[in-house]
C-alpha cells in the first residue's frame, strides 16, 4: 500500500491509525489540517484541492522515504484530500509512530512540511461574497512575481538537506 | 566489344521508413527521381525506370521508359533481374533512387573503370567495404549468377557481389553513396545539399494544465506542435498564445511526471507541465 495517498471522501482517521500499529512501537503522533473558515483577512466558506496526481504520488513517497530514514521510525502514512471540501473537514493526515515519541513527533512534523512546500497540489479557496482565488497564486501573480516578504510563498520547493 | 550501357535506376521500393515515396522527395525543388535521371540519361545508351506492377500508372515515373518486376515482393534484385531479362544483349548502370550525393562525376569513374570481364564494376562502400550493388555496372552475364542466386532464396544483392567476381573500385567522394531512408536523414541530406543549418524540427508535445494555470489557458490540456528546444522556449510560446499571466519565476517545471529544469530539451512525445506555486495541507 502506498504511504501517501489521495481521497476524494472524507478520512476516516482512526482506520488510517490502525494501519500504523506496530507492537514494536512505543510512541505515535498524527497531524491533522483542517479547512478554516479564514486565510488572509477573507472569510473562507468552502475549498477545493486539485493535484497532478502521477508526480504529488511519486514526491509523496519521497518523503515519506526521507523521514523514514532521517528519524529512524517504523511506520509512517499521508492522506491528502483532493475536491470540494466544506469547513471543519479533515484536509490532509500524517501519522508516524517510532520506538519512542521524539521520533514520532520530529518526522510527523517532517512530512506534513515537506508535503506543503514540495507536492504539486493546489488549494481554491471560495470566500463570503462570491469572490474566489487560488492560494500563493494570485497575490504572486499581481505582485509580478516578486516575494514580497509578507506572506507564505508556496512554489514547489526541492528537498530541504 | 563491351556490351551497351543501359541505365536502371531503382524506384520500386516502399520507403517504409521514409514514410513518403523516396522518388518523390525532393533537393533544391526536384524530386530526386529526376535528379537521378537528369544524371543518369547522358551516360548511357536507354536509361529505363525500374518499376513495380502497381506503379506503372504513377505520372512521376511514366515519364520515363519503365521496366516492371516480374518477381514481386523481391526488392532491388527483382529490378535488375528484370532489366537483365527484358534486354540480355545489355550491361546495366543500376542506381539506386535514394543517393542525393551522387553526381556525375562518380557515375563516370565508374563508367570509365568498367570491366566488361566481370560479371559486374562496383564501388567498396566507404562505410564497411563490401562492394555497393545499387551503383554498379552489371553485365549482361551477370543474369546466369542473379538467376542462380534467387534460386537459392536469397535476396540481397550486396551479397551476391560480394561472392562474385566484380571489379571493385575505391570512392573519390566517400560521401557520395550515402543512402537516406528516415525523415531525420533526408532534412540532414538538403541542410548538406542546399547549404542551410537544419531546422530543429517540430516536435509533438502534450501540456497539462492545473489550478490558475487550467483556468487561464481555459483547458486542462492540449497537444501542441513546438520547435521549442526547452521547456523556457515552450513556456514563451504558450504565454503568448494562451495569455497565461503567471511569470516563469513563479512556476516550476515537470517533464514526463518528473521534475525537470527549465533548460533541459524537449523530446517527441515530451508531455510538460509547468506547476504554480503549491498550496497543500
Known amino acids: 500500500m502506498n504511504r501517501f495517498r489521495f481521497s476524494n471522501a472524507a478520512l476516516d482517521t482512526a482506520a488510517l491509525r490502525t494501519e500504523l500499529a506496530d507492537p514494536a512501537c512505543g510512541g505515535y503522533a498524527a497531524f491533522e489540517g483542517w479547512v478554516r473558515d479564514h486565510n488572509e483577512g477573507q472569510r473562507v466558506l468552502r475549498l477545493e484541492y486539485e493535484a497532478f496526481a502521477p508526480l504529488a504520488l511519486r514526491e509523496g513517497e519521497r518523503i515519506i522515504a526521507e523521514a523514514t530514514d532521517r528519524f529512524g521510525i517504523r511506520g509512517a502514512l499521508c492522506v491528502h484530500r483532493l475536491g470540494a471540501l466544506a469547513l471543519g473537514e479533515v484536509a490532509v493526515w500524517v501519522g508516524a509512530a517510532a520506538a519512542h515519541r521524539d521520533e514520532a513527533f520530529r518526522a510527523c512534523r517532517y512530512v506534513i512540511d515537506e508535503v506543503k512546500h514540495r507536492l504539486p497540489i493546489w488549494k481554491k479557496e471560495h470566500y463570503a461574497g462570491g469572490d474566489s482565488g487560488w492560494a500563493n497564486c494570485e497575490r504572486c501573480a499581481a505582485a509580478g512575481g516578486a516575494d514580497d516578504g509578507h506572506h507564505e510563498h508556496g512554489h514547489a520547493h526541492a528537498p530541504r538537506r | ?281
Not at chain 2, 18 to 28: F, L, N, P, S, V
Not at chain 2, 63 to 76: F, M, N, Q, R, T
Not at chain 2, 145 to 160: I, M, N, S, Y
Not at chain 2, 243 to 270: H, M, S, T
Open chain 2, 1 to 281: 566489344m563491351s556490351a551497351p550501357l543501359f541505365g536502371l535506376l531503382l524506384a520500386g521500393g516502399r520507403s517504409t521508413r521514409m514514410q513518403r515515396d523516396k522518388a518523390g522527395i525532393e533537393y533544391d525543388g526536384q524530386p530526386q527521381l529526376a535528379r537521378a535521371m537528369a544524371l543518369l540519361a547522358p551516360l548511357v545508351v536507354r536509361a529505363f525506370v525500374s518499376v513495380r506492377a502497381e506503379q506503372r500508372g504513377d505520372p512521376q515515373r511514366s515519364a520515363y521508359e519503365c521496366i516492371v518486376d516480374a518477381l514481386p515482393e523481391s526488392g532491388p534484385i527483382g529490378g535488375i533481374h528484370a532489366a537483365l531479362h527484358a534486354h540480355p544483349g545489355a550491361a546495366w548502370l543500376v542506381l539506386a533512387c535514394d543517393l542525393p550525393f551522387l553526381d556525375a562525376a562518380t557515375l563516370q569513374q565508374l563508367i570509365a573503370a568498367r570491366d566488361p570481364a566481370r560479371i559486374a564494376t562496383a564501388f567498396r562502400s566507404s562505410h564497411d567495404g563490401k562492394p555497393e550493388p545499387l551503383c554498379a555496372i552489371w553485365e549482361p552475364a551477370s543474369a546466369a549468377a542473379v538467376e542462380a542466386w534467387l534460386a537459392t532464396g536469397q535476396r540481397c544483392p550486396r551479397g551476391l557481389l560480394a561472392q562474385a567476381d566484380v571489379a571493385l573500385l575505391t570512392l573519390r567522394a566517400p560521401q557520395a553513396l550515402d543512402n537516406i531512408n528516415t525523415g531525420p536523414e533526408y532534412a540532414a541530406a538538403r541542410a548538406r545539399l542546399e547549404g542551410a543549418a537544419p531546422p530543429a524540427p517540430a516536435r509533438r508535445l502534450r501540456v497539462q494544465y492545473f489550478a490558475l494555470l487550467r483556468e487561464q489557458a481555459g483547458r486542462s490540456e492540449e497537444a501542441v506542435s513546438s520547435r521549442a528546444r526547452n521547456a523556457r522556449e515552450l513556456y514563451a510560446e504558450l504565454r503568448a498564445a494562451r495569455g497565461l499571466k503567471l511569470e516563469p519565476a513563479q512556476l516550476r517545471v515537470a517533464v514526463n511526471e518528473e521534475f525537470a529544469d527549465w533548460e533541459r530539451p524537449l523530446a517527441d512525445g515530451d508531455t510538460v507541465v509547468f506547476l504554480p506555486p503549491v498550496a497543500g495541507g
